[in-house]
């Protein structure tokens, strides 16, 4: 989970301080991972290290896939996601979105 966590410093820390400057700060960026099973640990990953460095009021995370993940003991489906995020909120300006794809 190291590797996990630095390539989410690096990603994160990134579209900080270069894309979302983008666009008069509305800047979007799409991750794109191998499988559902990588979007969700990043998803994790990512949500964790925004909360931690405390960049909840600029940044959002999102998470899109088809069919479900099974983690471990934890199965998502596509239509059962309160804890994975689908909509973005139309009118936020302030907040940059990157999707994990």
Request: charged share 30%; net charge positive; aromatic share 14%.
């Amino acid at each position: 989970m190291q590797k996990l966590a630095q390539k989410t410093e690096i990603v994160i820390e990134y579209f900080r301080q270069v894309v979302a400057k983008k666009i008069s700060g509305r800047a979007k960026a799409m991750f794109v991972t191998s499988s559902r099973k990588l979007a969700k640990r990043y998803f994790e990953e990512f949500n964790k290290y925004i909360k931690e460095n405390d960049y909840t009021k600029e940044l959002r995370v999102l998470v899109a896939f088809s069919g479900y993940v099974v983690d471990d003991r934890e199965t998502i489906f596509e239509s059962f996601q309160p804890y994975y995020e689908r909509t973005i909120v139309a009118d936020e300006p302030e907040i940059n979105h990157l999707v994990i794809w």
